[in-house]
């Protein structure tokens, strides 16, 4: 009924093949709205089951799917919702590896995911190839949406740096409305996107304060592209060629990340100053990228070959046969 969406506009969103990374608090909202909206297919993308402290905020779940795939419990809840939608549940992790895969046939990408080497994964690809990319973070009871890549700039180009430390929702917790609200618009932004609304969201942010109750935005369409000098790529993309540095200690990393890795700190690193070979690779790996990424931009002061980084995420606890 929509006179700027009409007929026309809805058989855009039939047509439309969107890919979700994460199935959790941001995208609980968002995939109904979208499965509601008529999107024509869809690919959840998540490697994680349904725990008892995200029920706050992922509101897709019950506690009787505690321990099941996410993914799973979402494709089933939301053809529920539109039998008409296509949905393909993936039982995996976004990485390095995969993600140009998983991206090649999207028309656009929604990046629900609770960790910025994802996020900057997704945009570095994304960028690339011209596929828009909606991406949101939120923490505590502030957070932000926007629109990137495509016919805008990417995502290092509004966040070149990454912040201090590493806080995720797990450790830093979150207010559920907040990513409710932070949700939502993201599922706005995508149908925009399909529908060609203009002004477009791609090039637009928008942030959200709940503890002043404020918000903001702004439209970063000529920001300038950085270069992407570190990039990240998965542990199986490590070669014996390669320099490689393990930044996680021995009880938060019993097995490094390649045999041949040397172990050291952040702290031994900057004393160090250790130092590839003409010609060499360095690989630095930590649990969520920023150490590796604190320790790339160190190894860049005095070092001018190429540097990657690896996220190697939590290591699950071991089982009753492993202990």
């Known amino acids: 009924m929509l006179p700027e969406i009409g007929p026309a506009g809805q058989a855009t969103l039939k047509r439309a093949h969107v890919l979700v990374i994460g199935t959790g608090g941001l995208a609980a909202p968002a995939l109904q709205y979208l499965v509601g909206a008529g999107i024509g297919s869809l690919s959840l993308v998540d490697g994680d089951r349904v725990s008892l402290s995200n029920l706050h905020r992922q509101t897709l779940f019950r506690e009787d799917d505690l321990g099941r ?27 390095p590896q995969n993600a140009p895969e998983l991206i090649e046939n999207a028309d656009i990408v929604l990046d629900c995911a609770d960790g910025f080497a994802v996020s900057y994964t997704l945009s570095d690809i994304c960028h690339d190839r011209g596929v828009p990319l909606i991406s949101a973070s939120v923490l505590g009871a502030v957070g932000y949406v926007g629109g990137f890549c495509g016919a805008a700039p990417s995502l290092r180009a509004v966040f070149p740096d990454l912040p201090d430390r590493a806080a995720t929702c797990a450790t830093a917790g979150v207010m559920g409305p907040v990513v409710g609200m932070i949700g939502a618009a993201q599922a706005q932004m995508v149908l925009g996107v399909l529908l060609g609304q203009s002004p477009s969201p791609l090039g637009q942010i928008l942030s959200f304060d709940m503890n002043t109750l404020r918000n903001s935005g702004f439209r ?49 690193m900057r004393s160090i100053n250790p130092t590839p070979d003409t010609g060499q690779r360095a690989v630095l790996a930590c649990r969520s990228g920023l150490r590796a990424w604190q320790a790339a931009t160190h190894l860049r002061s005095y070092w001018n070959g190429e540097i990657q980084l690896i996220a190697m995420g939590d290591t699950p606890p071991p089982t009753k046969e492993e202990k």
């Not at 795939?69 to 919702?81: E, I, N, P, S, W």
């Open 69 to 95: 795939a996410k993914v799973d419990v979402a494709a089933q809840t939301l053809r529920g919702l539109n039998s008409d939608v296509q949905i393909r549940p993936l039982c995996t992790s976004l990485n």
């Open 220 to 268: 970063f369409d000529t920001a300038p592209e950085p270069v992407a000098d570190f990039t990240f790529i998965s542990a199986d993309q490590i070669t014996q060629a390669d320099f490689v540095i393990e930044l996680r200690g021995t009880d938060e990393a019993p097995i490094q990340v390649a045999p041949h890795a040397q172990r050291q700190s952040l702290s031994q």
